[in-house]
């Protein structure tokens, strides 16, 4: 960090003291510029591992239940809770990061037209659209199954799409940043 008492003034003190928001979303915007990716996947593998396990526990548990026995299926529909949690998190920080990225770049495809900034915008864009999809579609489906007390079954099938192609997205991007690493460095 620079230090900022030694440009001295009282207008300097102002500057800082009304642009507090934009030097926490500078901060917000550098970090997650630098580090986002290694959370975003992290979560992703997460989340992942936990859909693969929740699975057989979830068929299992409903034949289980049809015997009278319900535990199963309830662990197994809290793993799916839990899993569905890590997603909305995961989705709410890509939208808030290309809501920042937007803010400092603008907007996608406009930049120079190299093969990086192409592969770049087209990996962010796609992982926005499924961030905001899952999103969307998880509150419609809430809003939809209270109000009405049935959800259609094409907004069920494109929120699983979305689930299922939000980290898998994020984690293609996090090989591409390994692979750009790696021949950066040769």
């Known amino acids: 960090?620079?230090?900022?008492?030694?440009?001295?003034?009282?207008?300097?003190?102002?500057?800082?003291?009304?642009?507090?928001?934009?030097?926490?979303?500078?901060?917000?915007?550098?970090?997650?510029?630098?580090?986002?990716?290694?959370?975003?996947?992290?979560?992703?593998?997460?989340?992942?591992?936990?859909?693969?396990?929740?699975?057989?526990?979830?068929?299992?548990?409903?034949?289980?239940?049809?015997g009278g026995e319900g535990s199963i299926l309830a662990g197994g529909t809290a793993i799916v809770l839990f899993c569905t949690v890590l997603l909305l998190g995961l989705a709410v920080v890509l939208l808030s990061y290309a809501y920042l990225e937007v803010d400092r770049r603008g907007v996608p495809f406009v930049g120079d037209r190299s093969t990086r900034t192409l592969a770049y915008d087209s990996i962010r864009t796609i992982e926005t659209v499924a961030a905001g999809t899952f999103i969307g579609g998880l509150l419609t489906m809430v809003g939809l199954?209270?109000?009405?007390?049935?959800?259609?079954?094409?907004?069920?099938?494109?929120?699983?799409?979305?689930?299922?192609?939000?980290?898998?997205?994020?984690?293609?991007?996090?090989?591409?940043?390994?692979?750009l690493f790696v021949v950066d460095a040769s």
């Open 1 to 66: 960090m620079t230090d900022d008492a030694s440009t001295g003034g009282p207008s300097s003190e102002v500057d800082r003291a009304t642009s507090h928001s934009d030097t926490y979303s500078d901060r917000a915007y550098t970090w997650l510029s630098r580090n986002g990716i290694y959370v975003w996947a992290g979560i992703s593998v997460v989340a992942i591992a936990l859909a693969a396990l929740a699975v057989p526990i979830l068929a299992f548990g409903s034949l289980a239940a049809i």
């Open 145 to 179: 199954a209270v109000s009405v007390g049935n959800v259609p079954t094409i907004l069920s099938v494109t929120v699983l799409a979305a689930a299922i192609g939000l980290p898998v997205t994020v984690l293609v991007h996090a090989a591409g940043r390994f692979v």
